[in-house]
């Protein structure tokens, strides 16, 4: 019966790890855009976007965002993207930063590697465009992980 007793505490603790598991994965935006994987891949094809800047715009925009207005928001982006020159350019600017987008479009002199340094200094640009990128970096990651 002593044995039986030292594994309670024990095992009460494995079930409240899995609980709280189960509960943040729950709330997690990147596996939520993630489960819309199919839907954004179409998105993506008809806009020629990369599918991890479709998933990490989903996720930036709620992955709650219904199919309509995530394909119309997902339009915008791409037509965005194309005129700043950026990605992380294009997300400000269908966040409603098109002024900041512009003003550190026009500071990088088209070297997309001087718009993600500025990007990265700039305080209003990193709620959304950092995020952005990070999230981007992360799906691409997956989706070679689970290509390999």
């Known amino acids: 019966m002593t044995v039986a007793r030292s594994w309670l505490p024990l095992l009460l603790v494995v ?3 899995l609980a709280a598991l189960t509960w943040q994965r729950s709330r997690s935006r990147v596996l939520a855009a993630e489960a819309r994987g199919a839907e954004v891949r179409d998105v993506a094809g008809q806009l020629g976007l ?4 479709g998933l990490a715009l ?5 992955p709650d965002l219904a199919p309509a207005v995530f394909a119309t928001q997902a339009q915008r982006f791409a037509a965005l993207r194309t005129e700043l020159g950026h990605p ?3 997300v400000l600017a269908v966040r409603g930063k098109r002024a900041l987008a512009e003003r550190l479009r026009d ?4 070297d997309p590697g001087r718009v ?4 990265f200094e700039t305080r209003e640009a990193v ?3 950092v995020r952005f990128l990070s999230v981007t970096e992360r799906f691409a990651a997956r989706i070679q992980e689970a290509g390999s």
């Open 15 to 17: 079930v409240m790890f």
């Open 50 to 53: 990369p599918v991890p800047e």
């Open 88 to 90: 992380a350019l294009g």
């Open 127 to 129: 709620e959304d465009a």
């Open 58 to 62: 989903l996720e930036l925009l709620g």
């Open 116 to 119: 993600r340094a500025l990007v």
């Open 107 to 110: 500071a990088a002199h088209g």
